[in-house]
């Protein structure tokens, strides 16, 4: 709960909802938790307003309430953690497309954009929706089996229920197991028809559970760590590893259990250079320096267990260097590490290991320490000695405040790389509006048959130099979202490493 | 005549003594010569020791007289006693060197007379001054034929006191390169991940071998030398190393864990402005230059 998170939070909810519900969410940010009318003093907004975008909030699951003192009346609090998993959107999208096919996507796009929903109601809008249009291959039936398999793998969950206490009326959220739902295929194609869902009994709201997907981008980044050191094949052995780590263990424990090896041959038997050499390459992997893997013990042929704390750990390494290499040159990420392997260090022995010029090491080192990438840890020696003594002084990395410091500057970034779209934008909102009107009127002329002429004229209305405005604004706006969703990568990884405790 | 018996005399001794490098004491002699009497014994040790041919030492309470080595003899010739001093005290600490305040406190001379004994020796061309590379104002004095020492010179990063980072970065460069050229043979080798990983270390000896045949360095590099640079490789995080079985040190190239982080690629990761940036003032992410350089 920084400063820039707040500025990076307030931005994202600009982008997403307005200006009222930023309001409304910057206050609840600043305040911590408060009740709806110390929200109308502060914002100055219209009460009605200020409920609504309470509303939108607490639909998005981007803010929960709880009941306050005196039980009849709730304090609302914003989920600044969720608000960054807006921009997350476009990589869920994009996973389970890659793993249940465009079907699916649009099932998860439409989920997400109507935050909750039942299964009848979501089904039957995307059908209605893409009934007339050119992939006429969805219908109703395909979309409910993919539903019951998202379901089944735990990408969407069943919305939590609120429940009303005694004696108190504010009511609690309470998390329901999901079950896989039995949906009527036969009412679902006679809703669609018909266009009428009134029928049909559905109270179960669904919800897309975003904790499988970060599952899914840790294993992602481990596997992709593995094979980026050492080859496919063991990123592929990790991957089963981890599959295998989930049938016994919550999917983010520190250590997972043993896993034997037997168990692992077994599942590698269609690939036959891994399960020829499987015990090399489980070796291999242990051993190299990440330690991803450690061996457990000898029972049933060799047990290996997944360090995921310290595989983050390693990753955050892995990215901090590479911000010292890009922040202060590559010779300050040589003394970064060495400072790392030495774990507590004199500076002497800095200019020693790290073989540079005197002059430049003890540049970079006091750049390092300034920058708050090293810490400094002062030694006195015994008060006997007297004046001669002079304290030694040994530099070391604190990994945690240091990934705080990361993480304050990726928050700044995010910031500055929505603002800055958003400049964008509103610099060029007049030619943008323009396009988007021509555009609407090119395909409303276009569902009505007009000659091709007419439309062609239509088009020209937009200049050549305005149209090559355009595209650069469309460039530099495609640019700012890239770095977007690659900062929030970054975050990732170190909202992973700060997920367990130190 | 009595001239002449007294160099007989000292030509004996000498012999005795030249045959006996470890030392002989008054006893060896009374032994070798017995028609001699003590009391010229003793003249005739005093004068040898005068001219400086013998040292003296005290060994289990005999006197022991050891000759001294012919080209010492001659190196202090013509001096004085005082240069004498702190010409075996310097010769006494090697090629480590000795510093000037330790020859002070040793050899109990003062300030001004020990700055004259040491010019003169060195204008003698029988010690030099060798500057410290570890501490640029201390330096050390050692006989003049004596190549200092690598705690002293550095050894082959330091040319005169001075670090060659360049000499040093190519070096690394041309290792990284030897080490990449074996890296992939781990990838997907169909003789198994061990067989690979070892197919892609290289010993520190390895690596010497490549970089004296490349011939980009006029020093003779060591294989600790080589060590050294191999190391500043695993501080770069562009190799790790590893022990094989027999004690030595082998050495990889890796690729980091993860590509470039989302964080340096955008401006802001490396801006040194990044804490001055606001929302509103003179730096903004609106106006800033660097962002539009970026978008360009």
């Given at each position: 709960m920084s400063h820039q998170l707040g500025r990076a939070v307030s931005e994202i909810l600009h982008r997403y909802f307005g200006e009222i519900v930023q309001q409304v969410g910057k206050d609840l940010f600043t305040y911590g938790s408060k009740p709806i009318s110390m929200i109308v003093k502060t914002t100055g907004l219209p009460r009605q307003q200020v409920i609504e975008s309470l509303r939108t909030l607490l639909k998005f699951d981007l803010a929960t309430f709880e009941p306050s003192v005196n039980d009849s009346i709730a304090d609302y609090k914003l989920l600044p953690d969720n608000v960054l998993l807006l921009i997350r959107y476009p990589r869920y999208l994009l996973q389970i497309k890659s793993k249940f096919g465009s079907e699916a996507e649009l099932l998860v796009e439409e989920l997400l954009q109507q935050a909750i929903c039942t299964a009848t109601v979501l089904l039957v809008t995307i059908a209605t929706k893409y009934k007339d249009g050119k992939e006429s291959n969805i219908n109703v039936i395909q979309l409910k089996d993919t539903f019951v398999s998202l379901a089944t793998a735990a990408y969407i969950q069943q919305a939590p229920v609120a429940e009303l206490k005694e004696d108190c009326e504010v009511p609690t959220l309470v998390p329901v197991a999901t079950i896989v739902p039995d949906?009527?295929?036969?009412?679902?194609?006679?809703?669609?028809?018909?266009g009428n869902i009134a029928d049909i009994n559905d109270n179960v709201y669904w919800r897309v559970n975003y904790d499988r997907f970060h599952q899914d981008f840790r294993d992602d980044l481990m596997v992709k760590a593995i094979a980026r050191r050492i080859d496919d094949n063991a990123g592929e052995l990790t991957r089963v590893l981890l599959q295998q780590m989930y049938l016994s263990m919550p999917a983010?424990?520190?250590?997972?259990?043993?896993?034997?090896?037997?168990?692992?041959?077994?599942?590698?038997a269609d690939k036959p250079l891994i399960s020829q050499h499987i015990n090399h390459y489980l070796k291999v992997i242990e051993e190299s320096g990440?330690?991803?893997?450690?061996?457990?013990?000898?029972?049933?042929?060799?047990?290996?267990?997944?360090?995921?704390?310290?595989a983050a750990q390693e990753l955050v390494h892995a990215a901090l260097d590479h911000l010292v290499t890009e922040r202060l040159g590559s010779h300050a990420a040589r003394i970064f590490r060495l400072i790392r392997t030495k774990k507590y260090i004199d500076e002497e022995d800095i200019q020693k290991h790290a073989m540079l010029p005197n002059k430049e090491c003890k540049e970079l080192t006091y750049k390092l320490l300034e920058?708050?990438?090293?810490?400094?840890q002062p030694m006195r020696k015994a008060a006997s000695a007297g004046a001669m003594a002079k304290a030694i002084y040994l530099y070391h990395i604190k990994l945690h405040d240091v990934a705080q410091s990361a993480t304050e500057l990726c928050y700044r970034s995010l910031h500055n790389v929505v603002r800055r779209a958003h400049?964008?934008?509103a610099l060029h909102s007049r030619l943008l509006d323009k396009q988007?009107?021509?555009r609407s009127i090119v395909h409303q002329m276009r569902l009505r048959g007009e000659p091709a002429q007419n439309i062609v004229d239509v088009e020209e209305t937009l200049t050549p130099p305005e149209l090559a405005v355009l595209q650069s604004i469309e460039k530099r706006l495609k640019q700012l979202n890239t770095a977007e969703l690659e900062l929030d990568k970054t975050l990732f990884i170190l909202k992973w490493y700060f997920m367990y405790p130190q | 005549m009595s001239e002449n018996i007294e160099d007989d005399l000292k030509e004996k001794i000498l012999n005795l003594a030249k045959k006996n490098p470890k030392g002989i004491t008054d006893k060896d002699i009374t032994v070798a010569i017995p028609e001699l009497t003590s009391s010229e014994l003793v003249t005739a040790i005093n004068k040898l020791l005068q001219q400086g041919c013998f040292d003296l030492y005290n060994q289990g309470g005999s006197l022991i007289y050891r000759l001294k080595t012919q080209a010492n003899k001659q190196a202090v010739k013509g001096a004085d006693n005082e240069e004498k001093v702190v010409f075996n005290l310097i010769e006494e600490a090697g090629n480590k060197g000795i510093w000037i305040r330790d020859i002070r406190i040793r050899s109990n001379l003062a300030n001004t007379q020990l700055t004259k004994v040491l010019k003169s020796l060195e204008s003698k061309k029988l010690i030099k001054a060798v500057k410290c590379v570890n501490a640029s104002k201390k330096k050390v004095y050692m006989l003049y034929n004596l190549e200092p020492d690598r705690s002293i010179s550095g050894g082959a990063w330091y040319q005169d006191q001075d670090f060659e980072s360049e000499f040093v970065d190519i070096l690394n460069r041309q290792c990284l390169r030897f080490l990449q050229q074996r890296a992939d043979k781990i990838k997907n080798n169909p003789r198994g991940p061990i067989i690979g990983r070892t197919q892609s270390y290289a010993t520190a000896s390895e690596v010497q071998k490549y970089i004296t045949d490349l011939g980009i360095s006029n020093v003779k590099l060591e294989v600790e030398d080589v060590i050294?640079?191999?190391?500043?490789?695993?501080?770069?995080?562009?190799?790790?190393?590893?022990?094989?079985?027999?004690?030595?040190?082998?050495?990889?190239a890796i690729e980091s864990l993860i590509p470039p982080p989302g964080l340096v690629q955008v401006p802001c990761g490396i801006c040194p402005l990044v804490l001055k940036c606001c929302s509103t003032g003179l730096v903004t992410p609106q106006e800033c230059t660097y962002m539009t350089e970026w978008l360009e």
């Open positions: 949906l009527d295929t036969r009412a679902l194609i006679q809703a669609v028809n018909t983010w424990a520190a250590e997972s259990g043993p896993v034997p090896v037997t168990e692992l041959r077994e599942r590698c990440a330690g991803f893997i450690r061996r457990y013990g000898e029972a049933g042929g060799g047990q290996y267990s997944v360090r995921v704390r310290h920058e708050h990438f090293i810490s400094l400049h964008e934008r988007r009107r021509v | 050294t640079i191999l190391n500043t490789l695993v501080y770069d995080g562009k190799a790790e190393s590893s022990v094989y079985p027999d004690g030595n040190r082998v050495y990889r």
